[in-house]
């Protein structure tokens, strides 16, 4: 089993994004992915979970976990998509404060998840050094960081290089070209990164289905770049 972080120190680059369409790419590659979302703005839960009740999803909430209140297997949905998932909810911004004291929380986070059988854990995060993206580090075999082409996109992704290879271990830090055009992955890769060969291109058809809920359409360019990423992930 793996451990998947998508993280990024900037806001709006693409975490949800990856996370979502890596989780349904690998599930069409016949793996079984859990996902995790672990920020507190739950755009992954509300990709994956649109229609279960509100109160539902409360209950069976990560910040549950993290807290002790609920064991991980009670709070797993089986999505209308076919991949597993924890939700989380806008109550998760306090986790910090209610685990102030609790130093244990991320070592008891990673022994839950290696208790479970899946291929694949796949966690989405905050853009923002945080007790909830320090658990997502903390857990990881792999750190994916999406990288735009910007200056600040390009300093996003250095501070959190180094805070992962600050942790030491043997976890693998890479960056995903995403929502580029080909002239600025050319830029980017010029620029000495570590990033995969598959790239994410920009692209109207997965700006609309990530708003609207939907997966990408099968055969498209983008499912294919999902799938061609999958498989290099799947390889690392
Ligand atoms: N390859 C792409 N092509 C076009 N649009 C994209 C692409 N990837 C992401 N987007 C769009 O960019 C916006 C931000 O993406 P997303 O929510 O995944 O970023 P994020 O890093 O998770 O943001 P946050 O930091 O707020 O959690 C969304 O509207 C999404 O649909
Ligand atoms: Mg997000």
Request: charged content about 25%.
């Amino acid at each position: 089993m793996k451990i998947i972080t998508i993280a990024s120190l900037k806001g709006g680059v693409g975490k949800t994004t990856l996370s979502i369409f890596l989780s349904l790419a690998l599930l069409s590659a016949k793996r079984k992915i859990l996902l995790i979302d672990l920020d507190h703005n739950n755009n992954l839960t509300d990709f994956f979970l649109r229609n279960e009740e509100i109160d539902t999803i409360q209950g069976k909430s990560i910040g549950r976990v993290l807290k002790g209140s609920l064991a991980i297997t009670d709070s797993i949905f089986t999505t209308p998509l076919g991949v597993d998932m924890i939700p989380s909810v806008p109550e998760l911004s306090q986790i910090a404060f209610e685990l102030l004291f609790d130093t244990a929380a991320p070592l008891r986070f990673d022994s839950m998840l290696r208790n479970l059988k899946y291929d694949f854990i796949i966690i989405d995060t905050p853009p923002a050094i945080s007790f909830e993206l320090s658990c997502g580090l903390h857990v990881a075999n792999t750190v994916l960081c999406p990288v735009g082409y910007s200056r600040w996109n390009i300093q996003g992704y250095s501070i959190l290089e180094s805070k992962v290879k600050r942790a030491g271990g043997d976890k693998l830090f890479i960056g995903v070209p995403s929502a580029v055009t080909e002239r600025r992955v050319e830029t980017l890769r010029e620029g000495g990164l570590s990033l995969t060969k598959a790239v994410i291109h920009k692209s109207e058809a997965i700006a609309s289905a990530s708003d609207s809920g939907k997966p990408l359409k099968e055969g498209s360019t983008s499912a294919d770049e999902f799938k061609i990423l999958a498989k290099e992930i799947a390889k690392i």
